[in-house]
């Protein structure tokens, strides 16, 4: 599985467009100069992008380019739209690009460092993954960090994705993501009372889904102790009793 598939929104900041974009294709007034036809560009290609329409913001995005050719952001979102695509080689030689005319920035470096996660190139995803996160303006590392350990463990390697995870908390106490995941990597370590713990942790001020109230229940069951998985399964199925974890807990008997 993917990152971008494992990540609601906000786990690659990319497309945060301000206020309203037309998403007319009309030309740009010729008084425009070219940076502002550059950033219109970008908009409507990035807008596009988030529309499904990737021809169009391919076009819109290489004309943005092609007016300001060192926006790193317009060469990422590019590289995205190639994906989508299924172009592999104008993605890469896109998310390159734009980690060489905007090194610095910690956007691009996040989403060149998931693209090679990706295509499975760890090695260079994990430096990448670490040039971002430990960028001075990345306000939201935390985020970075626990990408990053999800892709170690597509690896697998679940000592740096611990690491990675960790470093997360680090950055932000009680990251939700970060404690999901590492109730879910200790659970598959056989590390019960941790998994438990991080667990625990999560159902502090987050919202409890069937999912999260199901997996408690298999912790204490793997725990023995009956009365808190017991407590899990009749919240389970108070609250989510539609829910497939409802069902397979019905089913189970």
Same mark, same amino acid.
């Given at each position: 599985?993917?990152?971008?598939?494992?990540?609601?929104?906000?786990?690659?900041?990319?497309?945060?467009?301000?206020?309203?974009?037309?998403?007319?294709?009309?030309?740009?007034?010729?008084?425009?100069?070219?940076?502002?036809?550059?950033?219109?560009?970008?908009?409507?290609?990035?807008?596009?992008?988030?529309?499904?329409?990737?021809?169009?913001?391919?076009?819109?995005?290489?004309?943005?380019? @092609?007016?300001?050719?060192?926006?790193?952001?317009?060469?990422?979102?590019?590289?995205?739209?190639?994906?989508?695509?299924?172009?592999?080689?104008?993605?890469?030689? &896109?998310?390159?690009?734009?980690?060489?005319? @905007?090194?610095?920035?910690?956007?691009?470096?996040?989403?060149? &460092?998931?693209?090679?996660?990706?295509?499975?190139?760890?090695?260079?995803?994990?430096?990448?993954?670490?040039?971002?996160?430990?960028?001075?303006?990345?306000?939201?590392?935390?985020?970075?960090?626990?990408?990053?350990?999800?892709?170690?463990?597509?690896?697998?390697?679940?000592?740096?994705? @611990?690491?990675?995870?960790?470093? &997360?908390?680090?950055?932000?106490?009680?990251?939700?993501?970060?404690?999901?995941?590492?109730?879910?990597?200790?659970?598959?370590?056989?590390?019960?009372?941790?998994?438990?713990?991080?667990?625990?942790?999560?159902?502090?001020?987050?919202?409890?889904? &069937?999912?999260?109230?199901?997996?408690?229940?298999?912790?204490?069951?793997?725990?023995?102790?009956?009365?808190?998985?017991?407590?899990?399964?009749?919240?389970?199925?108070?609250?989510?009793?539609?829910?497939?974890?409802?069902?397979?807990?019905?089913?189970?008997?």
């Amino acid at each position: 599985m993917k990152i971008s598939e494992l990540w609601l929104p906000g786990a690659i900041s990319l497309l945060l467009l301000a206020g309203c974009i037309s998403t007319t294709t009309g030309n740009i007034p010729n008084e425009a100069d070219d940076d502002d036809a550059a950033d219109l560009n970008y908009q409507l290609g990035a807008r596009y992008f988030q529309n499904g329409k990737y021809e169009l913001a391919r076009d819109r995005l290489l004309l943005s380019i @092609e007016l300001d050719p060192k926006n790193g952001i317009a060469h990422s979102t590019l590289g995205r739209t190639y994906e989508a695509l299924d172009n592999e080689r104008l993605a890469r030689e &896109a998310y390159e690009q734009a980690v060489r005319v @905007e090194p610095r920035n910690f956007e691009v470096q996040n989403s060149y &460092a998931v693209f090679l996660c990706n295509q499975r190139d760890f090695g260079k995803a994990e430096k990448h993954f670490d040039i971002s996160a430990n960028h001075p303006e990345n306000d939201n590392a935390e985020v970075t960090l626990t990408n990053a350990g999800i892709c170690m463990l597509q690896k697998p390697d679940q000592a740096a994705a @611990e690491r990675f995870f960790r470093e &997360a908390l680090d950055r932000k106490k009680n990251f939700p993501d970060a404690l999901l995941q590492l109730c879910l990597l200790k659970y598959q370590q056989q590390d019960y009372l941790a998994s438990r713990a991080f667990l625990q942790r999560f159902m502090v001020g987050n919202l409890t889904t &069937a999912g999260v109230l199901y997996l408690g229940a298999q912790i204490e069951e793997k725990l023995g102790d009956d009365r808190a998985r017991t407590d899990y399964v009749n919240r389970l199925l108070r609250e989510f009793p539609t829910s497939p974890e409802a069902r397979k807990v019905l089913e189970s008997g």
